[in-house]
């Protein structure tokens, strides 16, 4: 990308209207670090929204706010209880990104390898919007296709509230790469929701390996209502890697790809279930 | 002094200490911005935010200066590898790094001793699970990495002894 202009608006506001009259030769600047490698050359005017109050973590009943510039590192380094997305955080690029890349960075524009937006389908994030089309989309809605044409008219994302997990509930998250700086090869999340042994509801996601980040229903279908055991979440995670259409990349067939996938169904259903059944951190 | 068209910007910032000035453009990154204006130690490695080396502090944590823009410095605090040491008075680390044999081409030693400042300032303890989160963007294509770990650890060893 380039860039021709930088400005610094003073408010949320301030940063909408400059968005709204610069139209397609306007880009929102977070962490900035998706823009390095945008292959569209034509030159734009950054729109730096970092200084406007939008990094924190708040936790309010039921759940925590996380502000759209709040950097990977912190939510990383964030632990309260029945709080979860400081593992996935660990797992994205390395220690000097996240420190300047950030969460609303990763979801307002999705790249194919993008791990967060499987975490927050898994979990049932809620977006909020700022602008003309202000409002709350939960993340089945937001991730229905490319968020970036949500913002095109000069919207903003200002927050993700992500559901503090209840008693009963567990989440387990996989990232497969070839080394920990690596972009995804299969990024799976998975959250249960258990009664003892039942599972009462279950939400899986998956991402990398498909064009776009989704959730996987006939997984889901798979174990509600059944016992949590190995045998079910082998059924699920075949039940998953029949549904999507996984893509194989260089040196890896298609074939492969499913199989990663399954393999990482498995293993975030075996830890959402380890998680739900005690593990209190 | 006649201005240069290249650079019509401005940005601000403290660097290693002492509030600058510097012209820019929109577009310059920090990176290149830092080595224009005579800060060498910061190297230009992959430009593509993988290999580390040119690895500078902001507001005391590493971030790539590669992938910062120079106007995303306004107001911050930016630190490189010359607020470290000097060929005649090695910091700490860089010292051990000397001793021990540990830097070969010596291209990646710059982001290394920056990602482990940031370390040793940010934390009180030093598992190995805390020391490779910090340094696990900083490649190394010579050594091995071992020695620079060794290396790391011997001072991580006396900060410990001093804790206790």
Redesign the interface.
Known sequence: M?????I?PASLAAARDALRELGPKGMV?AG??AL??MQDHTPV??V?I?RLGLSYIRADEGGYRIGATTPL?EIQRYRAPRWALHEIC?CI?????R??STIGGNIARVFPWADLPVALLAMGADMTIYGEHAGMLGADEYFASQPAKRFLGGDLLTEVRVPALRAGQGVGMVKVAWT??AFSMVTVAARLDLEGDEIRSARVAAGAAIPFPRRLAAAEAALAGKAATEETFRAAAEAGGAEADWRGREGMSAEYSRHLAETAVFDALARAAKWARGRSE | MMKDERYP?EVTFSLNGELKTFATS??EKLLTLLRREGYRGTKYGCG???C?SC?VL?DG????A????S??A?GREVRTIESVGTLDKPGEFQQELIDGGAVQCGYCIPGMVM?ATALMESEKEFPDDVVK?????NLCRCTGYEKIWAALQRVLERRRAKEG
């Open positions: 380039k860039l021709c202009e930088f610094r600047l900035g670090t390095h490698f005017t950054a730096d970092t590192s660990r690029a390395t220690h000097q990104i420190n300047i920990s700086a | 910007k929109a577009d593509q935010g993988t580390g690895t902001l944590k590493a971030v790539y590669c992938l910062l823009y106007m995303q306004e990602s989160e910090y340094m696990d963007g």
